[in-house]
């Protein structure tokens, strides 16, 4: 329910409204709120994964490398969100659209740099870099290519984002992945699983039984909740976090190529091919701000400019060492919720995002959160990711075509993603971008989608469907 004491419903509806700034300013900060675990969560999985993140041996020096990727992973979503809230020439929507780094491109990054530690980041940020060039291109035909981007297309793709990452939640649920590795008798443990689940059940709560902010927001305060249970439990120190504290620096420029600039054909393939789905997931976003905060379809001018702002956004995140950027759907939940379309509230989120990422102590606070806590937090978030994508199957038409397009990319997909050593004689190049999983689902399934014809017989599925073929039709089809 819009609140009219923020302004007439005809100025809540427009984008170029300012409510006063004693309103505008908690409204920007319930947007940083919103998205802030889901912004640097990329960054600690990324570290986690090349080995220099929780448990490794980075930890005698306070995780410089992983602290510095969070930083940048709040600076560079605030200077994104500026783009799309203020513009720059034909960047930019000029809507209050929220950028952050994308869960899209974790499963295409984990392939790259796992176990590869601080050497695999110059290639890495390289393609991240390419990738946005290449995002700022799509902005140029968005338009044309959403056809070959059906709800079949798009559905399995979020799904197949959640699939492969809901593994890293239960990881760091029981303890994080070094002490899988090791073997430490300490994973898995109750005590681990205790935080984990503190997380969850506070979250669950606040989701279903509180309102407005605290429901939006439910991620963030469920691991605040599961933070002081980790102190109270002794998995944190009131010591550990003092040091964390003192050895970060009050205030710290980005550094330009910080880990050098290396061009990798897997990680530029990767990446370029991700720029699609992140389109379609901002089309869709622009599309919901628009009907859900102005009662309007969106213009191809906002759409285009979104775009651009995310390939812009990227490309220069990249450069500085920070990930991919899109448009981040929670907000668009959130707009919705308040009933304010005012872009100058979400261009006060990002300045205070680009605070928080230039004063490292932020990201010093935000590492002493243990790996058991937020892996709570990221069940939840990545769990939702698959939902997201069975929600947009359930617009699919579940005939038999879509059926079996769906069964093969699903098949490949999910099964290169569980088992990545059944290609281990590919070039590291391809083996990089099957193992993936994600890709060559999309592939499949966007090839499919175009070349195979509209109908398909019902003998042609019955011998290999174990007689299930037709079930789909009368429950799900029809829609």
């Known amino acids: 329910m819009a609140d009219t004491s923020i302004g007439t419903p005809e100025q809540l509806r427009d984008p170029n409204y300012t409510p006063a700034l004693h309103r505008a300013i908690p409204l920007g900060i319930q947007h940083v709120l919103a998205m802030f675990v889901s912004n640097v969560t990329p960054a600690i999985i990324i570290a986690g994964a090349a080995g220099f ?11 410089p490398d992983m602290t510095y990727l969070i930083q940048m992973s709040m600076l560079f979503a605030g200077v994104a969100t500026l783009f799309q809230t203020i513009g720059m020439g034909p960047v930019g929507a000029r809507l209050p659209i929220v950028q952050g780094t994308s869960f899209a491109f974790i499963p295409i990054m984990i392939p790259l740099v796992a176990g590869k530690g601080v050497e695999a980041l110059p290639a890495l940020f390289g393609g991240v870099v390419i990738g946005g060039l290449f995002h700022t291109f799509i902005a140029t035909f968005i338009g044309k290519i959403r056809f ?105 420029l980005p550094i330009p190529f910080k880990y050098g600039f290396e061009m990798s054909f897997a990680a530029i393939v990767g990446f370029c091919l991700m720029a699609f789905v992140s389109a379609v997931e901002t089309v869709g976003d622009v ?38 950027n899109t448009s981040f759907s929670q907000n668009v939940g959130l707009i919705a919720m308040t009933g304010v379309m005012s872009r100058h509230v979400v261009t006060i989120g990002a300045i205070f995002l680009i605070i928080c990422g230039l004063i490292p102590k932020v990201g010093a606070v935000i590492r002493t959160v243990p790996i058991e806590v937020l892996g709570g937090g990221v069940v939840v978030m990545f769990g939702m990711v ?8 359930s617009d699919v038409n579940w005939n038999r075509r879509n059926m079996v397009i769906f069964a093969i990319a699903l098949s490949v997909g999910l099964g290169l993603q569980l088992d990545p050593k059944a290609v281990q004689y590919l070039p590291d190049t391809l083996r990089i971008l099957m193992t993936s999983g994600l890709l060559p689902a999309a592939l499949i399934a966007i090839v499919l989608n175009l070349i195979l014809p509209e109908e398909l017989s019902d003998e042609s599925t019955e011998e290999v469907s174990g007689g299930w073929s037709g079930h789909g039709e009368g429950s799900l089809g029809g829609k």
Do not use: C
């Not at 993140?53 to 995780?63: I, K, P, Y």
């Not at 628009?290 to 191809?300: C, I, N, Q, S």
């Open 53 to 63: 993140g929780f448990g490794s041996d980075a930890g005698a020096q306070g995780f």
């Open 148 to 252: 070959a981007l059906p709800p079949l297309v798009t559905g399995l793709v979020v799904t197949m984002i959640g699939l492969a990452l809901v593994k890293v939640g239960i990881e760091y649920s029981a303890g994080g992945v070094p002490a899988k590795a090791a073997d430490l008798p300490e994973y898995g443990s109750l005590l681990n699983w205790s935080a984990a689940l503190v997380v969850v059940f506070v979250t669950l709560a606040l989701k279903f039984y509180a309102k407005g902010m605290l429901a939006v927001s439910a991620v963030v305060i469920g691991i605040i909740v599961g933070y002081f249970y980790a102190m109270a439990m002794g998995m944190v120190t009131f010591e550990g976090i003092a040091q964390s504290w003192e050895r970060a620096a009050p205030v710290a």
């Open 287 to 324: 599309s919901g701000i628009t009907k859900g905060g102005a009662g309007r379809e969106a213009t191809e001018e906002e759409i285009t400019g979104a775009t651009y702002a995310d390939g812009v956004g990227s490309a220069v995140a990249g450069v500085f060492g920070g990930f991919p």
């Open 386 to 393: 698959v939902a997201a994508g069975i929600s947009m199957l």
